[in-house]
């Protein structure tokens, strides 16, 4: 699987995944930042890389459909400190091996604080189907 990691979020989100073994680059490594929305979208899909941002346009399904993109991850945090966004990515990063993001859109809500506090992790959904993760199975992973 391989990935682009926005602007919004730390460099080393990148680092977390390339460390898990993914192909991973950032916008910046790409010299794309400021980019539109709409061009950052079309160079993924023409890089087939799964979108990793906090920008909740990108869930927008009717302007960025999950079946016409490789995938699309919007982490939406209550906090969004660096600390705060690579715990819960990392977290978030165990579900990888167990759910599909190719042409999916993951997006959860944090609702609290810290990464035990929350209620949904992530949300996949599809034009098909839609399922929810609860943080236990996070943990027990």
Request: proline content about 4%; overall charge negative; glycine content about 6%.
């Amino acid at each position: 699987m391989k990935f682009k990691v926005d602007e919004n979020l730390p460099l080393e989100v990148a680092g977390l995944l390339r460390d898990a073994g993914y192909d991973s680059v950032t916008v910046a490594e790409q010299n794309l930042t400021g980019t539109s929305d709409a061009n950052l979208a079309a160079v993924c899909q023409e890089e087939e890389r799964v979108l990793v941002t906090l920008d909740n346009d990108f869930g927008d399904i009717r302007t960025y459909p999950p079946d016409k993109f490789p995938g699309i991850m919007v982490m939406r945090l209550n906090r969004q400190d660096k600390v705060h966004v690579l715990e819960v990515f990392g977290h978030a990063m165990s579900l990888l091996p167990k759910e599909t993001l190719e042409r999916h859109l993951a997006t959860g809500k944090m609702l609290r604080s810290t990464v035990v506090d929350i209620v949904n992790c992530l949300v996949f959904c599809t034009t098909r189907w839609l399922s929810t993760c609860s943080c236990d199975d996070v943990r027990s992973g």
